[in-house]
């Protein structure tokens, strides 16, 4: 192992879920292959224990809400369809929260992420910045391709098909990052291999403002701030706040000292947080509108919505426009399936949420190793806020790792 931490050895499972992770974002149709094979193997060593689990109830409750929502959907074939984005993962979720139970597993499986960020991050430089394009083969058997200079052009997209899916990867892959060095500083372990892990860090910020992001920044920045507060970094802290406060002031509104500000600060940052780098977009691709059009759909249908993939058909019946999803995950949701499914699904995530913070402030308070399991929660949570400005769930790679992020935080939880 490059880095030795004091670990049970994993089992076989374990190690595949590693492998699983590392494959992922290269080859997914494999990755998922074997994800099938781990979830089956778990399961079968686990049944009793799983299906009695309280979780295992609050997931069926959610299922057969979801059901109903797609007996009485817009299009109802459409809906049952959609239930391939949730019912699989359901039991992926309530499998791997029984193979990863401890802290060695969660350092475990952060190793493969941070280290795909490496040529992730090479690829899309090559990408955005030289016009690197790979040949039609690489599409075809990996299901990935370099587009020169990005999709859209001129933002970092690498081997995602958009830039904001790769930002989310560059950020889940930076906050573990630091959270493991942070980690080995405070145990005094020093060596080269906390050189690569800050190169790897001050990359994926490169990549991560080379995505021109907006849902990307606001997730990092967050988190920065998060963690600054919780090691009490207040430096760090005021620079973070005295940064965001000048760049904000050179993005938004007609402010005094406005054009003196947007002459020092590189001008991709507040033509970006300003929209002025991409003006007069139609109105129907504005977000605005689209979570308009959700509320309307809420309101006229709130308790199971109009059905899952109903989305985008009512929304190009009315505007014309073919779009996948309505740019936030929540409204989605509400508008497609109900409130009270909405609802249900908040509670069973706040509920190991919650979970996970109560067996963090006890491992603090008894000065175990609680880091790694803060990065975990924090990294989760900044899932849940890019979700209010994008839908990542049609992104199986990053959907996958949500999964595995909340069922590794469910787990620690309960075998605590």
Not at 23 to 33: A, N, V
Not at 80 to 105: C, D, E, K, Q
Not at 252 to 262: D, I, K, T
């Amino acid at each position: 192992m490059l880095l030795k931490f004091d670990r049970t050895s994993p089992d076989l499972e374990l190690n595949l879920l590693f492998i699983t992770i590392l494959i992922l974002p290269f080859q997914t149709f494999f990755g998922i292959l074997i994800l099938l094979f781990i979830v089956y193997r778990v399961w079968t060593k686990n049944y009793g224990s799983i299906v009695n689990d309280r979780l295992t109830y609050y997931f069926i409750i959610l299922t057969g809400f979801m059901m109903i929502s797609c007996v009485f959907a817009y299009k109802s074939g459409e809906a049952w369809l959609g239930m391939v984005h949730f019912l699989p993962f359901f039991f992926v979720f309530l499998g791997l929260r029984t193979l990863i139970t401890n802290y060695s597993h969660l350092y475990y499986l952060i190793l493969p992420i941070i280290f795909n960020s490496i040529p992730i991050g090479i690829l899309g430089i090559g990408e955005v910045k030289l016009g690197w394009k790979t040949p039609y083969f690489i599409y075809k058997s990996l299901g990935w391709q370099l587009i020169p200079y990005g999709t859209p052009e001129g933002r970092m997209s690498s081997v995602f098909p958009h830039a904001n899916p790769l930002s989310l990867y560059l950020f889940t892959a930076l906050f573990f990052g630091l959270a493991l060095l942070i980690d080995r500083w405070k145990k005094n372990q020093f060596g080269k291999i906390n050189i690569v892990i800050l190169l790897t860090i001050l990359l994926n910020i490169v990549c991560l403002i080379l995505t021109s992001s907006r849902n990307g920044w606001l997730v990092s920045i967050i988190t920065f701030v998060v963690f600054s507060l919780y090691f009490r970094s207040y430096f760090i802290l005021i620079l973070l706040t005295v940064s965001s406060a000048l760049i904000s002031w050179a993005s938004f509104g007609n402010l005094p000292a406005q054009s003196l500000l947007r002459n020092i600060i590189p001008s991709f940052f507040w033509q970006r947080l300003s929209d002025e780098m991409y003006p007069d977009r139609p109105l129907a691709t504005l977000r605005t509108t689209q979570w308009d059009f959700c509320l309307d759909l809420i309101q006229n249908r709130p308790f199971f919505g109009w059905g899952l993939r109903n989305f985008s058909i009512l929304y190009e019946e009315k505007t014309g426009l073919y779009l996948g999803h309505p740019h936030n995950f929540f409204l989605m949701i509400s508008a497609e399936t109900g409130l009270i499914t909405l609802l249900m699904m908040l509670f069973i995530i706040g509920s190991i949420f919650w979970g996970g913070i109560v067996t963090l402030i006890k491992d603090k308070s008894e000065k175990k190793e609680g880091l790694i399991l803060f990065s975990y929660l924090v990294i989760f949570s900044g899932y849940a806020i890019f979700n209010l400005f994008d839908v990542t769930i049609f992104d199986l790679r990053l959907h996958i790792l949500a999964w595995i992020i909340l069922a590794s935080i469910s787990g620690v939880t309960k075998n605590s």
